[in-house]
Nanobody, 123 residues
């Protein structure tokens, strides 16, 4: 059974940092591009970042460029999202998703999703 599990969310003050993890089980993450998405209450799902199968290519939403960094450790079957200088606007449930082909911005083209982890940025 293919499964993705996110962790690392929590409550943080503005300007703080969190590192999210996306761990895979039941399959080798190295065969998949991995995207991070988020959804805030009352808003549509938004693509945050994506990393290619080998990690050689990454992309970011304009809203997080320079603050978030995506990386992967295929040996650990895990993808990370380092989030720095967090803002209240970053508050959302964050999801990771897997796709066997190259990164795309739309979540509609991702096959396997995790259950999400809550990130709350508030003073």
């Amino acid at each position: 059974q293919l499964q993705l599990v996110e962790s690392g969310g929590g409550l943080v003050q503005p300007g703080g940092s969190l590192r999210l993890s996306c761990a895979a089980s039941g399959f080798s993450l190295g065969y998949y591009a991995i995207g991070w998405f988020r959804q805030a209450p009352g808003k549509e799902r938004e693509g945050v970042s994506c990393i290619s199968k080998t990690g050689g290519s990454t992309n970011y939403a304009d809203s997080v460029k320079g603050r978030f960094t995506i990386s992967r450790d295929n040996a650990k079957n895990t993808v990370y999202l380092q989030m720095n200088n967090l803002e209240p606007e970053d508050t959302a449930i964050y999801y990771c998703a897997a796709r066997q082909r190259m990164c795309v911005s739309s979540g509609n083209f991702y096959d396997t999703w995790g259950q999400g982890t809550q990130v709350t940025v508030s003073s």
